[in-house]
């Protein structure tokens, strides 16, 4: 049950050949490139980084369909589900010159109308607000460039306290060479046209500043306020006629929506080409690539790369080179849907185990107790098999679904144990369509009559695994020789759980005083000093609080399944008041669909509490990075 195994792979190969091998390497999707430190002697001794042309390129080219793609969705949207089913694709037909060609034409078609919308709403806005500064002046039949030679001409504002008596004064001031316009006000401003002679221009504008008044320019505008306005209105107009015609031309593209798609995972995959290849180092005539790929496939590599001139070298890495090893978690129909929940968590440092077949029974079987409803199991399998064959989602959705229908059946199961089918809903349904008839499901134990044998019942799994991460626990200390580590840690504690089990039967105690006097020695064997002292007092409140709360923890089995169950029957019991079968039917559903996605969310979180907290914590070492080689994984199209 040990994580995949990963040999180091080191190649030097020709320059020429080094997009063809890249290829090779890809269409395997089993070699991760690592970076090579700049350090190291392969760079001293004249080898260098790739400049960076390719891989600006190659995002750019990804961005441009994802940008036209966006564009397709806005103005021409796709009726599509929650889940958008992928289309079969030959690897000729995706690959081929003609299938980019039309795609790039196509996305430079739509990003090209999509700047000019861009532009249109920059000029839009910009003409309105121009229209917003004219507004105040629509009244006055006065150039806005202003006039020359004798006559001087002022736009401007002054405040409402500015009255027409102290611009009368000012004119009066002025020898009566100065009059003005009240173009408009509002509720602070108003908006004056002050004309004056030439010859008193500066003291007109010195007297003007003194009252508060502040020009207003007109830059590049010529013609009245008016028939400015008038132009920019009809600009406007031109611009909206030129928006709703490039709109409709982009939705006219919408039958490109396959085409572009498929050009985003193509272009997808020669970015994550062009990320490894940014991570070699060479010369003009050769290149240099490390990297890792599971121990299993360096045959299979070397047969693939013999047409190509390379040297390849593989080797075990060093224990000091663990933390780097990238992690690939062994894999079949039963452990693939748990990589989400080991991933969410963390994945395992190399050279440890991988949890995912050990955390796997328990994990649906607990989901299937905290569930435990054969209508609630038949939705689940139902909905898990339509989507992975309709849709087939991969990743982490397809590990998702993969999982709700194992949990289905889990839940299914224990829904037939304690006869519920959306709670009591046929007894219920039984009841009105044929008063006085009593009907039950068969099942071997009831939640509401038999809590004291599910609460034990559920405490006794939660033992059972905490036993199974204590042996795991044992099994990993004895490889790596820490023998005294495993007989306190785990021996010791489980000769305690049996004495207390013997002293529950009425067997004695002896048992139990050998578990205990094993409990206080531990911490003096393995001690120091005073740390013998205090690891004593450590090691008895650390375990026993440990293991007594871990226990504890797992009565959440009991509780979401009693919880679930009387949920669904007080709908069920709401429902059924109307005494009507159709009122029942509609009421029923929605409180069971109600129950139903609390449920499914609400076991979900509490059974990877259980994993996480009670049974990793027993063996678990988290820490590894994921194994990220360079693949042909596509979002939208299946390449067959």
């Not at 939705?251 to 985003?264: I, Q």
């Not at 349904?429 to 008839?437: D, F, M, Q």
């Not at 790596?480 to 013997?502: Q, S, Y």
């Not at 226990?551 to 109307?578: E, H």
Request: net charge neutral; with cysteine.
């Amino acid at each position: 049950m040990a994580i995949v195994a990963m040999k180091h792979l080191r190649l030097l190969g020709m320059e020429s050949e080094r997009e063809a091998l890249l290829k090779a390497m890809q269409d395997m999707e089993c070699v991760e490139i690592s970076s090579i430190d700049g350090s190291e002697e392969a760079l001293k001794s004249g080898f260098a980084k790739p400049d960076d042309k390719a891989l600006m390129s190659a995002q750019e080219a990804s961005r441009a369909y994802r940008t036209a793609l966006a564009s397709l969705d806005r103005f021409a949207p796709e009726k599509k589900g929650m889940f958008r089913k992928r289309q079969g694709v030959s690897r000729a037909a995706f690959f081929s010159a003609e299938s980019e060609e039309n795609a790039r034409t196509a996305a430079e078609t739509i990003n090209k109308d999509t700047r000019r919308l861009g532009e249109i709403e920059s000029e839009r806005t910009k003409n309105e607000a121009l229209r917003a500064t004219l507004a105040p002046w629509l009244t006055v039949d006065a150039p806005l460039g202003g006039a020359d030679g004798a006559l001087a001409v002022f736009f401007g504002t002054a405040g409402l306290n500015v009255t027409d008596d102290a611009l009368k004064a000012l004119a009066d001031s002025l020898d009566g060479l100065l009059t003005w316009q009240q173009a408009s006000s509002d509720r602070s401003l108003r908006y004056l046209l002050v004309m004056c002679h030439g010859s008193v221009k500066e003291r007109a504008l010195s007297a003007l500043r003194d009252l508060g008044f502040s020009t207003v320019s007109f830059r590049g505008m010529t013609g009245t306020a008016k028939e400015n306005d008038k132009t920019l209105t009809e600009n406007l107009v031109a611009l909206e006629k030129e928006r709703q015609e490039i709109e409709q031309r982009i939705a006219g593209l919408g039958g490109k929506r396959e085409t572009l798609l498929e050009a985003s995972d193509r272009a997808a995959i020669a970015l994550r080409r062009e990320e490894a290849k940014s991570r070699l180092v060479g010369t003009d005539k050769v290149f240099l690539l490390e990297g890792w790929l599971p121990a299993d496939r360096c045959a299979e590599i070397e047969k693939t790369l013999k047409p190509f001139t390379c040297a390849i070298e593989t080797r075990e890495p060093t224990e000091d080179e663990y933390p780097q090893v990238p992690v690939q978690l062994k894999n079949n129909k039963l452990t693939r849907p748990l990589n989400m929940v080991t991933e969410m968590y963390s994945l395992p440092a190399y050279g440890t185990l991988d949890p995912n077949p050990l955390m796997a029974p328990f994990f649906i079987l607990f989901y299937g107790i905290m569930m435990a409803d054969m209508g609630y199991g038949l939705l689940m399998m139902i909905a898990s098999v339509i989507i992975s064959k309709k849709y087939r989602p991969k990743g982490t959705s397809g590990e998702l679904f993969s999982l709700l229908g194992l949990c289905g059946i889990s839940t299914f199961i224990m829904g037939a144990l304690t006869g519920g089918f959306f709670g009591d809903f046929l007894t219920q349904l039984v009841a009105i369509v044929s008063p006085g008839t009593v009907f039950a499901l068969p099942k071997l134990f009831d939640p509401l009559d038999d809590l004291t044998m599910i609460l034990i019942g559920s405490m006794a799994l939660g033992m059972v695994q905490i036993v199974t991460g204590m042996a795991i626990s044992l099994i990993e200390k004895c490889k790596r020789k820490k023998f005294l580590d495993a007989f306190f840690e785990e021996i010791t504690w489980w000769i305690v759980f049996i004495g207390i089990a013997l002293l529950a039967l009425g067997k004695g105690v002896a048992v139990l005083y050998v578990g205990c006097a094993l409990v206080l020695l531990g911490p003096i064997v393995q001690g120091k000093g005073w740390g013998r002292l205090t690891g004593v007092f450590g090691s008895l409140y650390n375990h026993v609080t440990g293991y007594f709360g871990d226990i504890l923890s797992y009565t959440r089995l009991m509780a979401l399944m009693l919880a679930g169950s009387v949920i669904a029957q007080v709908f069920n019991m709401l429902a059924a008041m109307p005494g009507n079968v159709i009122a029942f039917i509609i009421i029923s559903m929605l409180g069971n669909a109600m129950n139903f996605g609390l449920n499914l969310l609400g076991c979900y979180v509490h059974d990877l509490r259980l994993q996480c907290l009670e049974f990793f914590n027993k063996f678990y070492v988290d820490g590894g990075k994921p194994f990220r080689p360079m693949t042909l994984d596509t979002e939208y199209v299946d390449l067959q």
